[in-house]
């Protein structure tokens, strides 16, 4: 992270937001018009047709085209992993990274079998945000920094961004973003992340709702909310989607973490995630109510609840099979096929 | 199909899930003795690490091995199809064989995709089962033969075996099976299939209707339901279940007429698809109901209404990828990071 180098102010992130590009109409007409013709009853391959239409709109091209998918994971530590929120010690993140440089995480296994470009950001894991329960979590410079950082994941020749994180206590500023955009409850966001229970869970309610009261005059404006109650990873996340915007590169978000990350650009502007996926439906319990709050539909609902990226890249599979169907086959009239009787 | 040289009977049939084998609970137990050791949270996996475990457990090895997976796909022609219960002639039956051969199907850029074995097995496509409304479908000699004919999908060498099937008309006769051996109205179990509705949706629901009334005499003996409301194929899909539960392969089911073909095996004997998974559930809505019926939670649900063995080759890259996972990740002894705090 060289926040001082960029010095990027939320300002820049919201005239990005305004320059946003709109999905290309034209584009999902063609794959519409080819999916009638193609041999299956119409609507049989179900959600990998409204998928390859989504892709190809947001791509802007036609065909569409998913040959070089990279999976960014960002890490990052948590000051208020100190009030003893999590089930890991924060040493846990770093190593985590270590292990995915190794190719030892589940994440490792997944880019290897869908053949994706997995790259890791580490967000300087020894300065941790502060404790949202005590101070701000980031000032503007490192959170605007952070955001500015996570750009640099969308580069040249990249046709799709799966994003995932590592971060011990994310879930808790996860929560705290959530119950800080959206209202209701504490505990309503708050779940057992890498397996808390008990007391730890009621200690991890009770310091959501405290982050959240403490910074309760700040909770109008997403931008401010992310820089209070979230971590620098969260804040790269959402500069990487911004920026796959701008760059006309489809995402596809991983679980609760990433997709509370997201949700601050969906409160600055209604429009920002509609280039993005949802990969699945994490078993975090507030993962649930966010992407319904963002009017999301995850692809897949397997229970996981892994975050670095793991739902996102096996959604991947999904949507690299609706593309081979929709470029590959046949239409009825080069398969000789009888249309319907009737 | 060589009915005549086969000359199988239900009797046979019967003496083999009298000789199923039953899961591997070692291999089951190898298998949750590393989950617990490797980098993530304890069942942070969710379903992925109870797919492994279900799969080491009908292999009956460990680690478990998934590198041959073969797509077996049935095709047959109905007498029912006569009735107008299709938006498409039978005709469509051979000409979609002929696609699959020519590499022009769905379930040709799945496969590909997927490395998976395809291969297409037709059941004399000139030679329909009768019209259930009028007669039995088939004699026993032909359904048993058929299902002898299905056993043939499983080969040494395969570790994996993903069912589907082809057949103009073949919703209607799964949904006769179905409501011949759980109940319920026939309108339960009727849907769009390829896509009718209106009147011939409602000719389509009194078809299966008249079909069991007709036959309601069998319907307490599933594999009479097979032959007097079934197809060619949907008997050789039972045969190719059974085969595989000998071999100890497990199967991926596709959708509603698979796992109406599966659901015969389950009524003569509840424990005959537990090397089974179902690998999305259909857009056709008795699906639903029936994947209820036989206890089954499908992996996938994308609004796939195709058959021809789609929604199984698209769940076989989430059988994999929790294989791979399970094989390839790091333990955390191996990858040096600190277990739980507390």
New interface residues.
């Given amino acids: 992270m060289a926040e001082e180098d960029t010095a990027a102010t939320f300002d820049e992130m919201r005239a990005l937001l305004a320059a946003m590009p709109e999905p290309d109409e034209a584009a999902r007409e063609k794959v519409v018009a080819r999916e009638s013709l193609?041999?299956?009853?119409?609507?049989?391959?179900?959600?990998?047709e409204t998928l390859t239409e989504w892709f190809a709109s947001w791509q802007g091209r036609y065909p569409p085209q998913l040959e070089h998918p990279r999976v960014a994971v960002f890490a990052a530590n948590h000051g208020v992993a100190g009030q003893?929120v999590?089930?890991?010690?924060s040493?846990?993140t770093a190593?985590?990274v270590?292990?995915f440089q190794?190719?030892?995480?589940?994440i490792?296994?997944?880019c290897?079998?869908q053949d994706a470009d997995l790259r890791v950001y580490e967000l300087a894991l020894d300065h941790p945000t502060q404790d949202f329960t005590q101070a701000p979590a980031a000032s503007e410079t490192e959170c605007a920094g952070a955001m500015a950082y996570g750009m640099m994941a969308v580069e040249d020749g990249i046709d799709l961004l799966c994003l995932g994180e590592m971060g011990i206590g994310n879930t808790t500023s996860a929560a705290a973003i959530c119950h800080g955009l959206f209202g209701g409850l504490a505990a309503d966001w708050v779940g057992s992340g890498?397996?808390v229970k008990g007391e730890?869970l009621q200690r991890k309610t009770e310091v959501v709702a405290e982050g959240v009261a403490r910074h309760k005059k700040m909770l109008d404006d997403p931008f401010e909310v992310l820089r209070h109650l979230g971590g620098h990873e969260l804040s790269a996340l959402a500069g990487a989607i911004l920026a796959a915007r701008i760059a006309r590169v489809p995402v596809i978000l991983d679980g609760y973490a990433c997709t509370a990350a997201a949700a601050v650009l969906h409160q600055a502007d209604h429009r920002a995630l509609d280039h993005c996926l949802v990969g699945h439906l994490s078993?975090e319990p507030g993962h649930g109510r966010l992407v319904e709050a963002i009017g999301k539909q995850p692809?897949?609902?397997?229970?996981?609840?892994?975050g670095e990226a793991?739902g996102a890249a096996?959604a991947l599979?999904?949507l690299?099979?609706a593309i081979?169907?929709h470029?590959?086959?046949?239409t009825f009239q080069?398969?000789?096929?009888?249309?319907?009787?009737?």
Avoid: E, F, H, W
């Fill in positions: 193609l041999t299956k009853p119409a609507g049989a391959l179900g959600r990998l003893g999590s089930a890991y010690p040493s846990v190593q985590m270590a292990n190794a190719g030892g995480a589940a490792n296994q997944l290897l079998m890498t397996g730890v078993a692809i897949l609902d397997l229970g996981m609840r892994l793991s096996l599979g999904v690299r099979a081979s169907c470029v590959g086959m046949a080069q398969a000789r096929i009888d249309g319907p009787a009737n």
